[in-house]
């Protein structure tokens, strides 16, 4: 499948977003926790981390429960915004 995702620096990409959803830090976002581990990357997303919270076992990545998650569009029009 081709995305804009191919035209834009995706490391960089998702380090931004890691950046304005985490400012002081990982958290998770159903319980809240700050004990989270790394869990590998996105198979398609190489840039996008994966975790696991230590506290509720709850599996997300930079874009779970974000606007931006299997957006597409809306998400190429926040690119632009930035
Ligand atoms: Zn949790």
Same mark, same amino acid.
């Given at each position: 499948?081709?995305?804009? =995702? %191919? =035209? #834009?620096?995706e +490391?960089?990409?998702?380090?931004?977003?890691?950046q #304005?959803?985490? +400012? %002081?830090?990982?958290?998770? +976002?159903?319980?809240? /926790?700050?004990?989270?581990?790394? %869990?590998?990357?996105?198979?398609? @997303? /190489?840039?996008? &981390?994966?975790? &696991?919270? @230590?506290?509720?076992?709850? %599996?997300? $990545?930079? =874009?779970? $429960?974000?606007?931006?998650?299997?957006?597409?569009? +809306? =998400?190429?029009?926040?690119?632009?915004?930035?």
């Amino acid at each position: 499948m081709i995305t804009f =995702l %191919n =035209l #834009i620096d995706e +490391p960089k990409y998702y380090a931004h977003v890691r950046q #304005i959803r985490w +400012p %002081n830090g990982l958290k998770c +976002p159903k319980c809240g /926790s700050e004990t989270v581990i790394r %869990n590998g990357h996105d198979h398609y @997303h /190489s840039g996008r &981390q994966g975790y &696991q919270c @230590h506290g509720c076992r709850a %599996n997300f $990545d930079d =874009l779970t $429960d974000t606007v931006f998650e299997g957006h597409h569009q +809306p =998400l190429k029009v926040w690119m632009l915004c930035l």
